[in-house]
C-alpha cells in the first residue's frame, strides 16, 4: 500500500471532525487544514461538503465490526453479543466523547442534506440485514423471544443501539450501554 | 394571561427552528428575527445562544406528554401506550420532519455546550422517572418480562425511543415507531 492520498487524507479528517463536533459545528476550511492539504484545493476532490461527508459515513461503516456479524459459522446470539461488545470497547476508548458518526449525522442532517440522510439510511439498512439474519438464525434455535418478527426486532435493536449511544454522549458513561446489554440479552435474546 | 414578552417569543422561535435544522445550523439572529424581535436585542435577553438553548429545551420538555404518564389512577401498560401514541401522533404530524428536540441537542451538543448536555440530562431523567414508576407498578401486576429492573429497562426504553425516533427522521415514516411499539408490547411488557 502507498501512502494515502490527499483526498483519503481529508476524508479521514473529515470523519474525525464530524465525528467529535459533528457536521455544522466544522468547517471545510478547518477539515482541508488538519489534513495538511492545500488551502483552497477542497474543491479539486469533493464537488461539496455534503459529498465529504457521504465518503466519511461509507468509511466509518466499514469500521463498525460487521464483519464480526458476517461470520455465519458461528453461534448467532454470541455474535451479536460479540458485535456490541466490539462497539463498547470503542465507545469506551474515546471517553464516551464520540457516537456512532451514522446516528449523528442522520439526526443532524436527515432535513438539510439529502445524500447524506440516504447514506445514512444505507449505512442503517445493511447494518440491519446482518442483524436480521443473525435473529432468523436465533429463532431457528429458539432463542428469539416468541411472538417477535426477526426484520422488526432487527430494525428495533439497530434503533435501541443508537438511542443507548446517544444517551452515553449526554451522560457520559457506560451505563446506557449496560442497560442495552441487559434488556436485550433477558427479553429479547436468551 | 397576557401577550407573550418578547423574551418568550425568542424562546418559541428558537425551540421552532433548532427542532427543524439543529442548533449549529441556525444563528441566533435568524432567531431573533423570526421572533419579531428588534436585531441586537438578544443579549438583553439572554446571557448566550446556549442559554436560549437551555431554556427552549426546558420548555419543550412540558410538551412531550409528561402529564399522561404521571396520572397514577391509570393502568400502567396503558398509560405507557398512550403516551407513545401521543408523541407518535405529533411525529406524524410533523411528516416526520422533527424528531425530538431533547435527544436533537443531546446529540448534536453534548461535547461542546456543557449547559445543554446539563440540561437534556436533566430532562431525560425526569422522564424515565416517570417511566420507571410505572414499570414498577406493571411488574407488581407481573406485567414486565420476568427478570428485568424496572429502573433499568425505563432507561432502555426512553434510549430506544429515542433510537426509534431517530431513524424516523432517517427514513421519514412511522415504521421505525411501530417497530417501537411492536417489540416493546410483546417483549417487554405484556
Chains 1, 2 share one sequence.
Not at 470523519?15 to 488538519?34: K, M, P, T
Not at 469533493?46 to 453461534?75: C, H, N, P, W
Not at 442534506?113 to 439498512?125: G, K, M, N, S, T
Amino acid at each position: 500500500m502507498g501512502r494515502p492520498s490527499i483526498r483519503e487524507k481529508i476524508v479521514e479528517a473529515a470523519l474525525d471532525r464530524f465525528h467529535l463536533l459533528g457536521y455544522n459545528a466544522c468547517g471545510v476550511q478547518e477539515i482541508v487544514e488538519s489534513a495538511g492539504a492545500l488551502k483552497g484545493s477542497f474543491y479539486n476532490h469533493f464537488k461539496s461538503k455534503e459529498a465529504m461527508a457521504v465518503e466519511a459515513i461509507e468509511r466509518y461503516g466499514q469500521s463498525v465490526g460487521l464483519d464480526i456479524l458476517m461470520d455465519e459459522t458461528r453461534d448467532p446470539v454470541q455474535r451479536l453479543r460479540d458485535h456490541v461488545d466490539f462497539l463498547v470497547t470503542r465507545l469506551v476508548h474515546h471517553d464516551f466523547e464520540r457516537g456512532c458518526l451514522i446516528g449523528s449525522l442522520g439526526n443532524e442532517l436527515s432535513h438539510s442534506a439529502p445524500l447524506v440522510r440516504e447514506a445514512v439510511e444505507r449505512a442503517l439498512d445493511q447494518w440491519t440485514e446482518l442483524v436480521e439474519k443473525a435473529l432468523r438464525e436465533a429463532q431457528r434455535d429458539g432463542r428469539l423471544a416468541s411472538g417477535l418478527d426477526p426484520a422488526r426486532t432487527a430494525r428495533f435493536l439497530v434503533n435501541a443501539w443508537q438511542g443507548a449511544v446517544l444517551r452515553m454522549k449526554v451522560v457520559k458513561n457506560r451505563e446506557p450501554l449496560d442497560d442495552f446489554l441487559e434488556v436485550t440479552f433477558r427479553s429479547i435474546l436468551r
